[in-house]
């Protein structure tokens, strides 16, 4: 079992930055790839970004693509989502996922992929 805490959302205006933080804890944290999605209320849960466990490899939706920027720390068995110039419609809950992957530079883009979800943080973007 892997346990996902995600943190670090809140109100923020357009234009804002906000860092996103998942903690996880149970198994090794190295040996999974991660994954952040959204849902904004009314609409279907959708990918943001990915990472590799080996952190070697990266990808993000093209509505988030050079504003997000995904990261880990394995030694701190934590993910984090950067995420600069916000706009109103990235409001929406983000939750972090984990992947198992015997790849070190494998992720998934796809939600049946991924086996543990956080909770999720509210991120509202104020106009």
């Known amino acids: 079992q892997v346990q996902l805490v995600e943190s670090g959302g809140g109100l923020v205006q357009a234009g804002g930055s906000l860092r996103l933080s998942c903690a996880a804890s149970?198994?090794?944290?190295?040996?999974?790839?991660m994954g952040w999605f959204r849902q904004a209320p009314g609409k279907e849960r959708e990918f943001v970004a990915a990472?590799?466990?080996?952190?070697?490899?990266?990808a993000y939706a093209a509505s988030v693509k050079g504003r997000f920027t995904i990261s880990r720390d394995n030694a701190k068995n934590t993910v984090y989502l950067q995420m600069n110039n916000l706009k109103p419609e990235d409001t929406a809950v983000y939750c972090c996922a984990a992947d198992y992957s015997y790849y070190s530079g494998r992720y998934s883009t796809q939600q049946y992929d991924y086996n543990y979800w956080g909770q999720g943080t509210q991120v509202t973007v104020s106009s």
């Open positions: 149970g198994r090794t944290f190295s040996n999974y790839a």
């Open positions: 990472i590799s466990w080996s952190a070697t490899n990266t």
